[in-house]
């Protein structure tokens, strides 16, 4: 008999009461913050994490999930009688970590060989960041509890992973120049004349689809790009970061345009946070095109 289990990561964004409610492992990123080490999701919440931001005014350095604490944790799960694990991680251009989890996958075999052909390992590389991936990992968390078996839930997440899509509008410029996700002159230039990137993520890359000349124009464009965009009849999400009240406004005027509410809220963390700023606008949701 199948036990199945979800795993992601934590710059999926993953709220709480999902995680709880699906019985979903969460990994934690390590982020550096001066000369302090701290362990996502566990050290603050995403307010704490704001604050920190403030306080050291800096780009927070964060470190990949390695191949060891992957192996590691297959071989907790063989030893509690799993049979799949099933990881969506992060867009693994920007970060190692989706590749360690591959790898540790032979470390487990060399290590403890008679985990071979006992545990079966799917990891996915999901391209992307924060709800575009959570999301997924919700479903699937939902298809384990209602009996689903291992390869539909595989075949599920195979399926979607190349459709998610992300755009969100970046109010602060500061950090998306720092982090290099925008040129530090033209985030300087940005700020002064008050233009706001609308950002795009979509297979594992995230560029500028659009600008807009001040705050109140953000929201707006952010739902009418999507609406153009999304599948129809299909599921989204709304992001926010420090400013909840920017959540409430996207989740009015979809549900005005659709007749349906978003299916999840996210909070940014540290991943998304550290380069865009912790005030952030945004959706995710299914397109109609796929890039696979």
Known sequence: M??????????????????????IDVLSFPVMMGDKEYDSRKDFDNQGFYRLMKE???????????????????????????????????????????????????LL???????????????FDSGSYCSAYGHVAVEAGRMVREGVP????VAYVKEVIPKRKIYFGIYNLKYAGKSGRIPSAAAFVGD??????IMKIWD????????????????????????????AGSPYQIIYGDNPLLGDEIRELMTQALGYGPTEEYQIGLVVAANA??????????ARESWK
């Open 2 to 23: 199948e036990k199945i289990r979800i795993v992601t990561d934590s710059a999926s964004d993953l709220p709480v009461e999902m995680q709880k409610k699906y019985d």
């Open 204 to 231: 594992h890359e995230i560029v500028t689809a659009a600008k807009c000349r001040g705050e109140k124009k953000v929201v707006s464009r952010v739902c009418r790009m999507a609406l153009e965009e999304m599948e």
């Open 56 to 106: 050291y005014d800096e780009i927070p350095k964060t470190s990949q999930i390695t191949g060891f604490q992957f192996m590691e944790l297959y071989h907790q799960y063989y030893e509690k009688g799993y049979t799949d694990l099933i990881l969506i991680l992060i867009n693994s251009k920007g970060s190692a970590t989706y590749s360690n989890s591959l790898m540790a996958v032979d």
């Open 150 to 153: 291992a390869s539909e839930i």
């Open 109 to 123: 075999y060399d290590e403890y060989p008679e985990c071979q052909g006992k545990i079966h390992i799917h990891s």
């Open 192 to 197: 002064k004349l008050g233009i706001k990137p």
């Open 277 to 286: 700023g912790p005030t952030v606008a945004g959706i995710s949701f299914d």
